[in-house]
């Protein structure tokens, strides 16, 4: 298949246009983040300076952030307890490769730097 220089052109700008303003998270059944359960690709709902955005969401016990789309850095707090209420917090950031909980959690919310 030989591909012409508008559909590279038409992929790279797709794909940049997909990744842009994303954050995107993977949840895990194990310890190490090796036995992946489910992921949420397309965070588009992150908010700057810690504005309330919250998603209920309940998956494993670990969890990796795969990609942050801000320069200045993501971070996503995740709760035990739906609707990002109190019942134990757990940060992760950009720079984190995966995060044991222990249990899983019940809901997340996630900000841009």
Sequence with gaps: MRLSLP?????????SVLADGLIQLRWYNDPWCNSPIGSVLDVT?????????CFNFEFGESIEM????????????????????????????????????GTPTSSFACYLN
């Design 45 to 53: 709902w992150g908010t700057y300076n810690g504005a309330d955005n």
């Design 66 to 101: 795969l990609y942050c789309s801000s320069q200045n850095g993501c971070y996503c707090d995740f709760y035990f307890a739906p609707d990002c209420n109190s019942g134990g917090v757990y940060r992760i950031s950009q720079n984190n490769v995966c995060t044991f909980t």
């Design 7 to 15: 559909t590279i052109t038409l992929s790279w700008m797709a794909t």
